[in-house]
């Protein structure tokens, strides 16, 4: 359509006015006539055919192309531009061309156009996004020539447009998996040296508090530090968690069971003004994973979605088998394709903007505020994941709510047995009503899902605060035995205690702790008739124990 010419594209201002090019030939010659006569029309037809050639090119051709005058009009476009930015012919034609490009790209946009006109540069490429006709981003590669008159006069612009909206999201993906792995390898081996290290202060301290006296005034101070090492320890658990590290105890599982075994302290979780739906496929393949690391992903994500409802919504939990072929695998970075089952969590929440999306599950990456996240959520969703063998991917945008989709292969073999029925069968039971506070979630769902099976009444909470308002609501019923953890944020096991009986007196108390022996009979914790299970326990221990303590 143009000829390039010492570098410049020029046509003539005849051409220019219609915006293409016609010949800038005379058609006949009138010195000689008669062959004139047949060279033009020759000449008309070799013409036409070369225009029709041309008008295919610009018809046909995978790339959009626009031109557009020098008050950046669109005078004309081709079919593949239309289809790119989603708008017919005649809803381009005469528009401002810098209307659709995205707001964060316009000044860079504008200033190449004018440095165009200005002839600083007759050509420019640049990566710029467009918003389409149905509001979608598209990334494009764009290539723009300023066309001149032969006297150098600037008459029209060309402007060739790739979309390469799938390339950028492939790059993007790419980026973002090795950043992960990157800042994963680095929390990794922090936190695996980090956990030697605190093993040996945790340790030393510990040995302290057993050769001091029970009035020494240092017990505080050493008590203090040993709490502090718990609190780095959890946090290097989730760090490990994230980078992969953990020890995983795998199991060939089955996600709705899972999912149903879960679904009260889901409800628990994110509370009453908050609807949960969960939507099982029936014939659902099963997994290899650790079912205590799933239920924590799943527990993440629950606490996420409720916290971006803060006025209500609904949260759902879907599962479904879903094969994923080549074409998927390579689109999607680190994906193998096969036979996975889906989960996906969904929520009416507040959504993300695409610059929160990209980074949530970068280790400490929060928007809750000082206090409020850790930003360690996500990151062990996701570390427990890919050690599982799986993808996660997120979808959102902010006002439209949030869903994540987790992948997970499926595997052939059996489940896994769970301690055998029988085993379970000629434990203990009871019909009694027991509250367990216990803020470790899969300690607490393993103790409510069994104590459950056996037949008892459980009410559940995970603090100090949340038992207190439970036994005030059930002051006319009797609450049986309280099952509670010795150690817990703000408000201990024994202060628990004390305040309980004032409200239920004749309440029967078992604690749990992740303590030795000896350590918590100095702590001063202990009382001759205190009974204690001590973590990790069995379930055989826990029902012998319960049982033991009500009849006591
Ligand atoms: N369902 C969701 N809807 C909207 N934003 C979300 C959702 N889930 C996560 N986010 C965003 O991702 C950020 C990181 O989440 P992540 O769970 O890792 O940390 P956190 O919730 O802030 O803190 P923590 O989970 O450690 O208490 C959140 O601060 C929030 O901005
Ligand atoms: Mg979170």
């Not at 990566?127 to 006709?133: A, D």
């Not at 150690?487 to 030795?516: A, C, D, N, W």
Request: net charge negative.
């Amino acid at each position: 359509m143009f000829k390039e010419k010492k570098g410049r594209t020029e046509v003539s201002e005849e051409q220019s006015r219609s915006g293409h090019e016609t010949t800038g030939k005379p058609i006949h010659n009138e010195g000689d006539y008669h062959v004139g006569l047949s060279e033009s029309k020759q000449a008309e037809e070799a013409l036409q055919k070369r225009e029709a050639k041309l008008r295919t090119i610009f018809e046909r051709v995978a790339v959009g192309i626009g031109l557009v005058d020098l008050e950046g009009r669109l005078m004309e476009s081709n079919p593949a531009l239309q289809e790119i930015l989603g708008y017919s012919e005649k809803e381009l034609q005469n528009r401002v061309f810098t209307e659709f490009t995205h707001p964060d790209d316009l000044t860079a946009d504008t200033n190449l156009y004018k440095e165009l006109l200005e002839g600083k540069r007759d050509h420019h490429q640049t990566e710029k996004r467009f918003i389409r006709k149905d509001g979608e981003i598209v990334w494009s590669l764009q290539n723009v020539s300023l066309v001149r008159a032969s006297g150098g006069e600037p008459l029209f612009m060309i402007f060739m447009v790739e979309d390469i909206t799938e390339r950028k999201r492939l790059e993007n993906h790419f980026l973002q998996s090795q950043k992960m792995e990157t800042v994963g390898r680095l929390a990794g081996g922090i936190s695996h040296d980090f956990n030697n290290i605190l093993t040996v202060i945790k340790g030393y301290s510990q040995l302290l508090l057993s050769e001091l006296n029970e009035d020494h005034p240092l017990r505080e101070n050493l008590e203090e530090i040993k709490k502090a090492t718990e609190r780095a320890e959890d946090l290097t658990r989730q760090l490990l968690a994230f980078s992969r590290r953990q020890v995983m105890e795998m199991k060939v599982i089955g996600l709705n069971h899972l999912i149903k075994n879960l679904e009260k302290m889901l409800r628990r979780v994110i509370g009453e003004d908050i609807e949960l739906t969960t939507v099982l496929t029936d014939d659902l393949g099963r997994i290899k994973t650790d079912p205590a690391q799933i239920e924590q992903v799943i527990l993440n994500l629950a606490v996420n979605a409720r916290d971006a409802m803060p006025s209500g919504g609904k949260l759902t939990l879907e599962t479904t088998n879903v094969e994923l072929d080549k074409d998927y695998a390579h689109t999607h970075i680190s994906v193998a394709p096969g036979r996975y089952v889906m989960l996906s969590v969904s929520d009416t929440g507040c959504g993300m903007t695409p610059e929160v999306k990209e980074r949530i599950f970068e280790p400490f990456f929060t928007t809750k505020g000082q206090g409020k996240g850790t930003g360690l959520g996500l990151s062990t969703v996701y570390g427990i994941v890919k050690q599982s063998g799986g993808n996660i991917w997120v979808y959102s945008e902010p006002g439209e709510g949030t869903t994540f989709k987790i992948y997970i292969p499926r595997v052939e073999e059996e489940i896994d047995a769970l301690p055998s029925q029988e085993e379970i069968l000629d434990l203990p039971k009871g019909n009694e009503t027991v509250l367990l506070v216990e803020d470790d979630p899969s300690v607490w769902n393993l103790a409510d899902r069994f104590l459950r099976g056996q037949g008892y009444k459980v009410l559940g909470a995970t603090n100090g605060n949340e038992a207190i308002q439970i036994a005030q609501e059930h002051l006319k019923e009797k609450i049986h035995l309280l099952l509670t953890d010795m150690v817990m944020p703000q408000m201990g096991g024994k202060e628990l205690v004390g305040r309980f009986k004032s409200l239920h007196p004749e309440i029967k108390v078992l604690f749990i702790s992740g303590y030795t022996d000896s350590a918590i009979t100095h702590h001063g914790l202990s009382e001759p008739d205190t009974a204690l299970l001590q973590k990790p326990f069995s379930l055989t221990s826990l029902a012998i124990k319960v049982r033991e303590v009500l009849d006591k």
